[in-house]
């Protein structure tokens, strides 16, 4: 048992409070929330991470304390679910659990993942709480003690307790934070890669967001520039756009329906006018940082047939870092054919195109074709105008 007293710990506990709180904000800082958590706990090391039990993986892992190798990490992948502990941190979401109350050391030492994982990474007794109430995942903290520590007790449990309901909020706090930041790089690298312009504006026609694109088309000024909001040189062009700006954007505001309208801005260096449709966006704007939550936006979709079109494959290549054999698999495949006939219309074997489907796993971060599916269909993707 830690011999510190009442009120020093109770301190310790809420300076590593503070430092939880700053984690979840700043993931760059999780060693030292773990660092004043192993202290608190007298303590080797600390763990928080979250465990996909359905598909026995470690999504998220932070440790302090311990220097283990990526291979190490991988090996308890492989024997997780033979960890004779997860059961029990699976069962009590929210309540400390220490690795003694239902486990012997013999139960413990004849198990796999002890002989092959802790011993050799120097964990003997550990303290945990799961974080989530979900049968197909585990979040978890853990304190970690080697051979030569006292295994944990009640009181560690109860010291424990203190911190779970910060714990909670703070795992909560980093995944919003995490989904937002994810949602906003992941939207505007997958824009900036398209060959269609995007412009948000509000009811001012202040341009709030462009994607690459459409800052090049901004850049040429022929056709479209800004001059305090977006703007037309040709006057008759300039009316049609801000008409339809203004009338997609007051419909969003009465909350009615609107399919959005078309918009033909002549050039003056190219006979082939640009092609604009202006649609409303509706939602929490605050999200992605344009504007207040109730506030209507419509946002310009630009399409220069002078520009080339990129293909789904290209797309891919762009957004997932995919090459283009992987990528033209996954297009196969997305377009309905099984990965044996995938394989053979690309050309390969059936064991070459699974391995390629492996690597594009990781690269688009999904576990089944299922979900890598849904995730190039959920691609936005320029369409050919027709000549």
């Not at 979401?93 to 013999?106: A, I, K, N, T, W």
């Not at 203190?162 to 690298?189: S, W």
Request: hydrophobic share 40%.
């Amino acid at each position: 048992m830690n011999s510190q007293p009442t009120s020093e710990r109770l301190r310790h506990l809420l300076k590593t409070v503070d430092t939880l709180y700053e984690a979840a904000c700043d993931p760059e800082t999780w060693p030292v929330f773990l660092q004043s958590a192993s202290e608190l706990f007298g303590a080797q090391g600390a763990q928080i991470g979250h465990h996909d039990l359905r598909n026995h993986t470690l999504s998220f892992s932070r440790i302090y304390g311990y220097d283990w190798s990526d291979s190490h990490y991988r090996l308890y992948d492989k024997l997780m679910p033979m960890d004779p502990r997860i059961p029990y941190f699976a069962q009590n979401p929210f309540r400390p659990v220490h690795c003694r109350m239902h486990l012997s050391d013999e139960e413990l030492h004849e198990s796999q993942v002890y002989q092959e994982v802790l011993e050799p990474g120097g964990v003997e007794y550990s303290l945990g709480v799961n974080l989530v109430e979900d049968t197909r995942s585990l979040s978890y903290f853990l304190a970690l003690r080697n051979k030569s520590h006292n295994r944990f007790d009640q009181a560690d449990c109860d010291l424990m307790t203190e911190l779970v309901p910060h714990l909670n909020r703070a795992v909560i706090l980093q995944r919003d934070i995490g989904t937002i930041d994810f949602e906003k790089n992941v939207a505007a690298n997958t824009l900036d890669n398209m060959a269609i312009g995007v412009i948000v504006v509000n009811r001012l026609s202040k341009v709030l967001y462009s994607n690459a694109t459409a800052q090049e088309i901004l850049e040429d000024r022929d056709g479209l520039a800004i001059v305090d909001g977006i703007a037309v040189p040709n006057t008759a062009s300039e009316g049609q756009l801000s008409a339809a700006i203004d009338h997609v954007i007051a419909r969003a505001r009465t909350g009615k329906a609107t399919s959005g309208q078309a918009v033909s801005i002549d050039r003056n260096k190219s006979l082939v006018p640009l092609q604009i449709f202006v649609s409303p966006i509706l939602g929490d704007h605050m999200r992605s940082g344009w504007a207040r939550a109730s506030e209507p936006l419509a946002v310009l979709t630009i399409r220069d047939s002078e520009r080339p079109i990129e293909t789904r494959q290209e797309v891919l290549c762009k957004v997932f870092g995919l090459t283009a054999s992987q990528a033209r698999l996954v297009t196969l495949i997305v377009g309905g054919l099984s990965v044996q006939n995938a394989a053979k219309n690309a050309g390969i074997t059936e064991a070459s195109a699974r391995q390629y489907l492996k690597v594009a796993f990781d690269k688009m971060n999904v576990s089944r074709q299922g979900e890598m599916v849904a995730k190039v269909l959920n691609l936005p993707l320029p369409v050919a105008s027709p000549q």
